[in-house]
Structures are given as C-alpha cells and as structure tokens.
C-alpha cells in the first residue's frame, strides 16, 4: 500500500469538519446579519442525531483563521434557556466571545432546551450526541442561570470530553454528584456549587489571583476551579473565564484510539487535559513563515518557535531540532502538541517545523520542501540565525514524518547529530533497507517510541497486538517498522537481529540492554537501548495507553537521548558526550 493509505486515518481527521456541526439538509441560513454583532446565524431546528434546536456561528465559515492548528480551535456549547434567533445573538454578544471564537476561528451554539419547560437529563444526554458528530478536541460549556443549574445537576456527569466550564448562577441539587473532574470558572454561584466542583477535581487550597479564589489538584494543575464571589456582569465573568481557565487546556481522548477515531458516547473515562502553549508566556517567538523562498527559490511555508533566551547566546550554541508531522497533517500540530515549544522554552532550543510533504497529499495544498528542502531550510536556518550550533542539529517526527526522519538520518548523516520516530509506521523501510545493505557512513543514535494502542499497530512487530484497526498489520506491508530495527543495527555496525523473537522483547522483539518498565508522563513505559562498541546507542520505547498522536512527554524523552550526541562538522563523524550503556 502507498503512502496514502497509510495516512488515511490523520486525511480524516484533516479534513473533518472537527466541530459538531449539522448538515446543509438540517440548517437554514439566518436572510440578515445582526447590526450589532455583524454575524449570520445558522438555525438547526431539528438536528438529527440529537434532535436539538440551536443557533450556530462558525467563524471559520465566515472568513476566520487560526494562527495555530486546529486541535485548539474551541467549540462553544451555551446553555441560557429558550432563545429565538435575535435572542441567541443578544447572548453572543452580552458574553463577548465573539473576538476569542473569531481569533481561533471557532464555533458557538446556543442550545435550546429539548423541552420547552427547561434542561433535563435527556438534555445531557442529547449533549453527547451532538458531539458524537465529529472528533472531540476542545469542548468549552458556558451556562447561565437555569443552563448553569443544568450543568450542576446534570451536564457535570458528562463532562469527561469538555475542556472547560464557564458557569454564572445557577444552584445544585443536595444529592447531585459527579467525579470527573473538568476545570470551571464559577460566577455567583452557592457555595454548594464550589464544593461540587471542588470534589469532583480533588482541588485543595484557596489561592488569591487577581481577586479571584482558585482552588487547584495537587497533582494536575489543569482541573482547577476558579471561584469569583463578587457580582460581575456575564460580560465580565466570561472575560475572567476566559483569562483564567478556558484558555488554559483543550481535552481529547489519546489513549485506547485516536481522537479523531473515538466516538465520544462510547469512551466515557474522563479525557486528558492537555495544557495550550501559551507563547508569550514561555517567552518564545512564533513566527510563520508562508510562502517564503529557500535557499534563494520558491514559495514553502513553515513554523519557527524561538525563545528569546536564544537570540541572545553566542554563536554556534543552541541546538535545532526540525520536527516533521504526520502524513496530511498541519505542520503547526508539532508546535502545538508535541512538547518541543515548551522544551524549548526550558532547554533553550530552536525548534522548527515545516511543511515537508509534496502538494498533492499535504495539509495545505502547497508546495512541500521535501528532503532537499528540508536540507536547504536548515542552511538559511543557520545564517537567519548564526546562534544554531550545527553540530547539535536533530530530527524527529510524527508518524510519516517519524518514517522520512529514520530515512533521513541515514541518508544524511553528516546533517543530524541523531533522529528520533514517533508512532511511525515503516513507509521508508524499502529505501532505508536498500542503503543500510551498503552503508559506509558515519554512525547514527536512533530512538523510536510508540504507543500499545497505536490505530496502525506497530507493536508488537509481528503484527499480534489486539487494538487498533484490525487486520492492518496484515493487509499493509507499509505498517511493519521492523525493517528500521535492522538497518539501525546494520549502519551502526551492531548485531543484526535476523528475525524478531518476542521472548527477547515483547513489543520489538530483540535484545536489549537496560530493559525495564519505567514511567513516561503518566503513563508506563518499557524501555531498553542497543549499543555498539563506541557507545551509539538505538533506544526503543513502548508506552502503554496511548494511541496514535504526539505525547507532549516524549519531547523531553527524546531530547534527554538526543542530547548524548553532536555531529563533527568538518568529518561528520560521531561525538558521544555520554553513553546509554
């Protein structure tokens, strides 16, 4: 199978509208906008699977675009009892949300209540099923009065996919409880409402921030419950919220599938938070190169994460690492999901990811720099910024991006100091195979890190694992990564395991050295490495309950093993600051 099977799964999550939308059958088209918000409306009187009547605004129809990828766009879900059309745009704009929904090119409903006389639980229920429309990745509540006592009694027991909860009044009942935790921005509300969702986020403490009481977990800063106790309009609660909690984290379900594969009414376990960069705040510079030459030519876009820490070191001292995304995939996922920004802002790295895949399958539809692309970017790289040490110079990748980052390390050693696959299927293995069998190159570390759970199933490398798409293993020859194992042990001069033996390892069937259970963020994590006799290191990694997708954990896992190696920029050969051994 060729390289767009393989990426079918990420082309549909690509190209899925990723909001719960209805059908053109099911909308009719507000004939007038709004004077005050200059906004149209979409009316969805009976919407099919869920069979509510909302009022929709999509800011991406109407022109918006994200600066960032759209794993962070946020889907507004309001809950303020029966409203006509004019009446759902009043509310837009009491709350003030349009600038944030316009600026992430996001969408807003305004929900209406199954039943005239107001929210019930089949109206939670119903909530679900609008979202099992499409994949889930940043679900935000706003609830307002009767919508917030809705969402105290009723909604709270279905929040494991909502990212955030903006609540103003509203009460609880004496017998509700709820134990997923979901963080939530609270606006004159009981205290009752505070210990619900104090208890259901295991937050302690009372900190003061900006005259506002937080309360936050211990051990997951995310759920967090931020208490307002003076009045304040809704336009001002929403402003507090926004600033304190729904901006914080999206929430998508990664562990047992992929999100853009989970049917959200059938993995119910609450979903991970999963922090926003927020670039400022870690003092990195983004900057978004569209359309820009390379080495003196054409029009190719990609995405630089620079601290501002790094701008002022000395030249030839702060490593580059160049991130590569998955098939189909926007280039700006890596920026925003990966770990290496926030890495970066610590470590003090630069941090590059570009749109390396050809035009005909990539996210945008533009010209993909390619390999030599990639290789005449890092060039201009190291003029634009004469602090990039070129002998600390990395490559890793997301699934087809982690395949071209295993073939490239090989193909170009003298370039990168070492390489690193993510969730990477062996789409290369054929041209990597056929190089190894004659290689005379320098030495290259390789660390390859996959999920139990992955959709394409890697591991176990003979195929036998019992999740992800069955039969795939077997029917696409692209999916088998072992071929990498052997051309990593053939180039770097180790034994060359002739056939994988389970027995060895159970997820790559070879021998290691240093095998052991570990934990990995927080989830475990099998580890070992295979070494020559210099020290160089291929380290494998198998992480339990995690699906196909970046987990911002394994940024600082492969930076830890990328750090043991630089390359000699006059002979290319290898130099180990440490060994693995």
């Known amino acids: 199978m060729n390289i767009k099977k393989i990426g079918q799964a990420a082309m549909l999550m690509a190209l899925l509208n990723l909001g719960a939308c209805a059908t053109p059958s099911e909308t009719a088209e507000s004939a007038a906008s709004s004077p005050d918000t200059g906004i149209t409306l979409e009316e969805t009187e009976t919407d099919e699977a869920s069979q509510l009547h909302f009022f929709a605004y999509d800011a991406m129809k109407d022109g918006y675009a994200s600066s960032r990828s759209d794993v962070l766009t946020p889907s507004f879900y309001i809950y303020a009892g029966q409203k006509t059309e004019e009446e759902a745009e009043e509310l837009l704009a009491e709350i003030g949300l349009l600038p944030d929904v316009q600026e992430w090119a996001g969408q807003a409903y305004v929900i209406n209540p199954l039943n005239g006389d107001g929210y019930q639980a089949e109206d939670a229920e119903a909530f679900i099923k609008l979202l099992a429309k499409a994949p889930v990745k940043n679900v935000k509540v706003i609830a307002l009065d009767e919508g917030a006592t809705f969402a105290n009694n009723f909604?709270?027991?279905?929040?494991?996919?909502?990212?955030?909860?903006?609540?103003?009044?509203?009460?609880?009942?004496?017998?509700?409880?709820?134990?997923?935790?979901?963080?939530?921005?609270?606006?004159?509300?009981?205290?009752?409402?505070?210990?619900?969702?104090?208890?259901?986020?295991?937050?302690?403490?009372?900190?003061?921030?900006?005259?506002?009481?937080?309360?936050?977990?211990?051990?997951?800063?995310?759920?967090?419950?931020?208490?307002?106790?003076?009045?304040?309009?809704?336009?001002?609660?929403?402003?507090?919220?926004?600033?304190?909690?729904?901006?914080?984290?999206?929430?998508?379900?990664?562990?047992?599938?992929?999100?853009?594969?989970?049917?959200?009414?059938?993995?119910?376990?609450?979903?991970?938070?999963?922090?926003?960069?927020?670039?400022?705040?870690?003092?990195?510079?983004?900057?978004?190169?569209?359309?820009?030459?390379?080495?003196?030519?054409?029009?190719?876009?990609?995405?630089?994460?620079?601290?501002?820490?790094?701008?002022?070191?000395?030249?030839?001292?702060?490593?580059?690492?160049v991130t590569l995304h998955g098939f189909a995939n926007d280039p700006r996922l890596q920026g925003d999901t990966s770990g290496w920004t926030e890495l970066a802002a610590e470590e003090n790295l630069i941090v590059v990811s570009p749109e390396w895949q050809e035009k005909e399958v990539n996210f945008g539809g533009i010209e993909g720099l390619g390999e030599e692309g990639v290789l005449n970017l890092i060039e201009d790289l190291k003029v634009k910024y004469p602090q990039i040490d070129p002998s600390r110079i990395y490559l890793?990748?997301?699934?087809?991006?982690?395949?071209?980052?295993?073939?490239?390390?090989?193909?170009?050693?003298?370039?990168?100091?070492?390489?690193?696959?993510?969730?990477?299927?062996?789409?290369?293995?054929?041209?990597?195979?056929?190089?190894?069998?004659?290689?005379?190159?320098?030495?290259?570390?390789?660390?390859?890190?996959?999920?139990?759970?992955?959709?394409?199933?890697?591991?176990?490398?003979?195929?036998?694992?019992?999740?992800?798409?069955?039969?795939?293993?077997?029917?696409d020859p692209n999916v088998d990564m072992f071929p990498f194992i052997q051309a990593y042990q053939t180039i770097n001069q180790m034994d060359v395991a002739p056939q994988y033996d389970l027995s060895l390892n159970e997820f790559y069937g070879v021998a290691l050295d240093n095998q052991e259970w570990t934990t990995l963020g927080d989830k475990q994590m099998l580890v070992g490495t295979a070494s020559n006799e210099n020290g160089v290191v291929m380290k494998l990694a198998a992480v339990k309950d995690l699906a196909h997708w970046n987990y911002k954990p394994e940024a600082a896992f492969i930076w830890d093993f990328f750090q043991n190696y630089q390359r000699n920029t006059k002979n290319g050969e290898l130099i180990i600051n440490s060994s693995e051994e």
Request: glycine share 8%; charged share 20%.
């Open 155 to 321: 909604l709270a027991q279905k929040s494991y996919p909502i990212a955030g909860m903006m609540l103003y009044g509203g009460d609880v009942e004496a017998d509700s409880t709820s134990t997923t935790p979901v963080p939530v921005y609270l606006s004159n509300a009981e205290e009752a409402v505070t210990d619900f969702y104090t208890s259901a986020n295991a937050a302690e403490g009372q900190l003061a921030e900006d005259d506002l009481t937080v309360y936050r977990n211990q051990e997951n800063e995310l759920q967090q419950v931020v208490v307002n106790a003076e009045e304040e309009t809704v336009q001002e609660a929403y402003a507090n919220a926004w600033e304190h909690v729904l901006s914080k984290n999206y929430r998508m379900h990664n562990e047992l599938t992929e999100f853009y594969m989970a049917d959200v009414s059938k993995y119910t376990d609450p979903y991970e938070l999963v922090a926003v960069p927020n670039f400022e705040d870690l003092g990195i510079t983004y900057k978004q190169m569209i359309a820009e030459p390379v080495n003196g030519e054409g029009a190719y876009s990609w995405y630089e994460y620079i601290p501002e820490a790094a701008m002022e070191q000395d030249e030839n001292t702060v490593p580059l690492i």
């Open 396 to 475: 890793s990748g997301l699934s087809a991006g982690g395949s071209k980052a295993t073939l490239m390390g090989v193909k170009y050693p003298g370039v990168f100091a070492a390489v690193a696959a993510v969730s990477s299927p062996g789409v290369d293995k054929q041209e990597l195979s056929k190089i190894a069998a004659t290689y005379a190159g320098p030495e290259v570390p390789y660390l390859y890190i996959c999920g139990d759970h992955d959709n394409f199933q890697m591991i176990p490398v003979d195929g036998s694992g019992q999740f992800g798409t069955p039969g795939i293993f077997q029917n």
